[in-house]
C-alpha cells in the first residue's frame, strides 16, 4: 500500500471506534465516508480490502459494508453466485436441470404448446444475427419450462437465463459465437431443438431428456472448444 492508502486505513479505524459501531452495523456509503476521510473513493475501497482480509469488516454486494467479521452461515445472494460463475460452470448448472425439465414437459404438453415449440424451432432455422438466435433460443428453453406448469422450475429457469445478460457471459459468449456463426444455430441446434420437441410431442419424457442433453452438451463443448476453462 502506498502512505496515503496506510494513513486513510488508520484514520478509517480510528473514524470507526470513535463512532462506537456495533458487530453487524452498516457502514455509511463509499461516496460518504470517503468524503469524511478527505481521500478519493478508489483509496478507500483499498483500505476497505485490507480490513476485510483482517476480517474486521465484510462486504455484500448491493447491500454495502457491515462492520466486524462476517456472521457464520450468512446466506450468499443469489446474483452474487451468478457474478462469480464462469459461463462454463453455468452451462454445467443447465445440463443438469434442464434435461429433467424437458422429461417433465414431455408428460404435460398440451397440444398448443408443442405447436409453440415447433414454431420456435421454424423462427430459429430462420434467423439471420446472433441477436435473432439468441432471442429465439431463449424463448424455446422457457416455453419448455411454461409447460411444466411449475412456478419453481420457470423461476430457476428464468434465473439462470438471466445469466446470459452479463457483460463476462456475453464477452466468453462472443468467442463462440464466432467459432459457431449464425448458420450453427440455424442447422444442428434447431435439428437438435426439433428432436426434443418431437419427443414432447409423443409424451417420451426419456426421449425428451436426452435430446435435451444432448443439445446441450453440444454447446458445452463448443464452448470449451473456444478456449473457456471452468
Keep these: 500500500m502506498s502512505a496515503r492508502s496506510e494513513q ?3 484514520d478509517l479505524r480510528r473514524w470507526l471506534e470513535d463512532r462506537g459501531l456495533a458487530a453487524g452495523d452498516r457502514l455509511p456509503a463509499e461516496r460518504t465516508l470517503a468524503r469524511e476521510l478527505g481521500c478519493s473513493r478508489e483509496t478507500l475501497r483499498a483500505a476497505l480490502a485490507v480490513m476485510e482480509r483482517a476480517n474486521e469488516v465484510w462486504r455484500h454486494v448491493g447491500q454495502g459494508t457491515f462492520y466486524g467479521p462476517r456472521p457464520l452461515g450468512h446466506p450468499i ?4 453466485l451468478v457474478q462469480g460463475a464462469s459461463p462454463l460452470q453455468l452451462m454445467q448448472a443447465r445440463r ?3 434435461p429433467s425439465v424437458a422429461g417433465e414437459a414431455a408428460g404435460l404438453a ?3 404448446e408443442v405447436a409453440y415449440l415447433s414454431d420456435l424451432v421454424a423462427q430459429g432455422r430462420r434467423a439471420t444475427t446472433r441477436a435473432a438466435c439468441e432471442r429465439v433460443d431463449a424463448a424455446f428453453h422457457r416455453a419448455i419450462a411454461e409447460a411444466t406448469a411449475n412456478p419453481i ?7 439462470l437465463a438471466g445469466a446470459r445478460r452479463h457483460a463476462a457471459w456475453q464477452r466468453e459468449w462472443e468467442l463462440t ?10 442447422g444442428r441446434h434447431s435439428d437438435q431443438h426439433q428432436a426434443i420437441v418431437d419427443a414432447i410431442a409423443r409424451n417420451d419424457p426419456g426421449g425428451a431428456a436426452e435430446a435435451m442433453r444432448d443439445h446441450l452438451d453440444t454447446v458445452f463443448e463448443a464452448m470449451r472448444d473456444a478456449g473457456l476453462t471452468a
Design 8 to 10: 486513510v486505513l488508520v
Design 153 to 159: 422450475l420457470l423461476g430457476l429457469l428464468d434465473y
Design 177 to 186: 459465437y464466432r467459432r459457431l456463426g449464425v448458420t450453427e444455430f440455424t
Design 77 to 80: 445472494r443469489e446474483n452474487i
Design 96 to 98: 443438469i436441470i434442464e
Design 110 to 112: 398440451s397440444a398448443p
